[in-house]
């Protein structure tokens, strides 16, 4: 009996655990939730890399702008330290150059072509006035884990800017420091479930770290406002206990179909979308 005794209240500690692990912020911004889920959002812009609007480029901001989408983009630092809008670490995909975003200053960077169109690399600065308050914002923070500097720099941007916006990362330490440091700004933790065995190349450290990410076990670090979860990966029991038990806001990403679309309307809050145009009726103007 006395072994039993001790078995359960080992439980009751590590379930207790459990729920500060991954616990969520529990007290939502009402106005902040009604403005941020009336809309989907297009990710990296109503893009299309193909057809002279690259993701992340003014192009295919200015279309989600005129279709009335949220837009869903993401936010890196330059080596001369200006905010761009740019979602690789490196510029070998979009541009076709082996450097990183942050080894080359704005001048440079700014000279290359995405995807071979005309449109360029814009600034974060660009971009906001570009938008112009029309529609929501998801910013996504770039920190690659390193630039730990790059949160307080979006937020010294996104303070001056009067629009709706919500700020996300996967690092958990930009989650972090928007809480201790501009609580009233929504922000959420990104996370998805990371298949191993099609990147064996990762290390032990980078596999623990996306264990905890998966499983949202560093939840407690930034008390996030909603959880953007990769949809495809979201069957893992730590996910479903926190959607179903503590009801964050849900964020799914990224939807590539209309069909997967309306089949997740009914859990999750915002679907961020790419590659078709989602169907709910949305207004063109939000301030």
Not at 18 to 26: D, G, I, K, Q, V
Not at 154 to 170: A, M, N
């Amino acid at each position: 009996m006395e072994w039993l005794i001790i078995g359960l209240r080992t439980l009751v500690i590590l379930f207790a655990l459990y729920c500060f692990l991954t616990a969520p912020n529990l007290f939502r911004r009402k106005l902040s939730h009604k403005q941020l889920t009336g809309h989907d959002y297009a990710h990296r812009g109503l893009y299309d890399n193909k057809r002279g609007a690259p993701e992340n480029s003014l192009a295919a901001f200015q279309k989600a702008v005129m279709s009335g989408y949220g837009i869903e983009l993401d936010v890196r630092e330059t080596r001369d330290h200006v905010l761009v809008v740019h979602h690789d670490e490196d510029l070998e995909r979009s541009c076709d150059d082996p450097r990183r975003v942050c080894d080359v200053p704005l001048n440079e960077l700014q000279q290359l072509s995405l995807f071979g169109s005309q449109e360029y690399i814009p600034t974060f600065d660009e971009v906001l006035a570009l938008v112009n308050c029309q529609v929501p914002l998801i910013v996504e923070i770039k920190t690659d884990f390193t630039n730990h500097d790059l949160p307080e720099k979006v937020y010294d941007r996104l303070r001056r800017y009067p629009g709706v916006y919500c700020v996300e990362s996967f690092d958990p330490s930009a989650v972090r420091w928007f809480k201790k440091h501009a609580p009233k700004v929504v922000r959420g933790q990104l996370a998805f479930m990371e298949d191993f065995k099609k990147n064996r190349d990762l290390s032990v450290m980078d596999k623990i770290k996306r264990v905890f990410l998966g499983y949202l076990l560093i939840d407690f670090l930034g008390r996030p406002d909603f959880i953007a979860y990769g949809y495809e990966t979201d069957a893992n029991i730590s996910y479903r206990f926190v959607a179903d038990v503590f009801r964050p806001l849900l964020v799914a990403w990224t939807v590539r179909d209309e069909e997967t679309y309306q089949r997740l309307q009914q859990e999750y809050d915002i679907q961020i979308f790419e590659h078709f145009r989602a169907k709910r009726n949305l207004p063109t103007k939000y301030s």
